[in-house]
């Protein structure tokens, strides 16, 4: 089996994944950045976000696993003092493969160019001017135009990340959906949106159209990019998912309690 390793490049970060490298390459693991079967991500969230994006291509064959080197995370659950533990059963091929829904979003231009991309959390629309105006169409047809601070579309295993902050919904990632929240709408008698989360399925498209300016800023995770002339954003639950290696139960509700209400993590 072939592994790579992600590290915050932090003190404990890098320690943890030297030791990590030594110990799986005495198993005979091959380590392997090109193409590897399982990635270990030492650091945050965060730093899972980054060995995504590093692997986008390669979902189908590539597993992540995540250890914390801060406070306990969604895609990073492992603690530093179970890295012995960790190895072992990546060696003995002791795990099964979970699976998370993700967000495609396009960016249609006025030149008929498109980009796409694939978000594990979310990705954000805002305007470079104050107020963003948009329409928002849901499977062609208009739903509302919105004004505001900017819109937040996530994916099930996003939505206790920004998504909460601007207090949409926890999703179980089982589900195949994807989460529209507001941020700061403006509403009074002349401006109005539902002023409510949108939870879609997977067979539901949310195309987002300018009203104004056609640029704005998008962000995919932690890349913010500022596009030019767009026509229209679209949105959709990803055909692709991302595939986490799963050594122990560790369930989604207890990972949201232990992060948000008490944990002796
Ligand atoms: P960052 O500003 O360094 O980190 C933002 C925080 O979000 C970190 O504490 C990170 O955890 C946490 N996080 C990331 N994914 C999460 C998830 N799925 N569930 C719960 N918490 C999660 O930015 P970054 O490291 O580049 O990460 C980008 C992410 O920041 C975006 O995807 C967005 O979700 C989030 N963000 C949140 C807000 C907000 O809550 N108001 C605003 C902007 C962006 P770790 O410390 O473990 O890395």
Same mark, same amino acid.
């Given at each position: ?95 099964? *493969? ?43 047809? %208009? ?26 919904? *926890?999703? %179980? ?29 997977? %067979?539901?498209?949310? *195309? ?13 995770? %932690? ?6 002339? *767009? ?35």
């Amino acid at each position: 089996m072939k592994f790579f390793i992600q590290s915050r490049n932090d003190d404990l970060s890098n320690e943890l994944m030297d030791r990590a490298k030594t110990y799986l390459s005495d198993f005979g693991l091959e380590w392997n950045e090109e193409s590897p079967d399982i990635v270990l991500s030492i650091g945050g969230d965060g730093t899972l976000l980054h060995a995504f994006h590093r692997y986008r291509e390669q979902l189908a064959t590539v597993a992540f696993v995540g250890i914390h080197t801060g406070h306990l995370g969604f895609y990073a659950d492992w603690k530093p003092a179970e890295i012995e533990k960790l190895v072992i059963s990546i060696a003995k091929k002791e795990f099964e *493969v979970i699976q998370y829904p993700l967000l495609e979003a396009t960016i249609h231009y006025r030149n008929d160019d498109q980009t796409k991309y694939l978000a594990l959390n979310e990705s954000t629309i805002k305007s470079p001017d104050v107020t963003l105006v948009m329409d928002v169409e849901l499977n062609g047809t %208009h739903f509302e135009r919105f004004r505001g601070d900017g819109l937040c579309m996530s994916t099930p295993s996003g939505s206790t990340a920004y998504n909460k902050a601007l207090g949409g919904a *926890v999703i %179980h990632p089982s589900l195949d959906a994807m989460q529209l929240t507001e941020m700061a709408s403006i509403n009074n008698r002349v401006f109005r949106t539902v002023g409510a989360p949108l939870v879609l399925p997977a %067979h539901h498209t949310c *195309v987002l159209k300018p009203v104004k300016a056609p640029d704005f800023m998008v962000t995919v995770d %932690h890349v913010q990019l500022l596009h030019k002339d *767009v026509k229209s954003i679209e949105y959709r639950v990803a055909k692709e998912k991302v595939r986490f290696a799963r050594f122990r139960p560790f369930p989604f509700w207890t990972r949201v309690h232990d992060s948000f209400i008490d944990s002796d993590v």
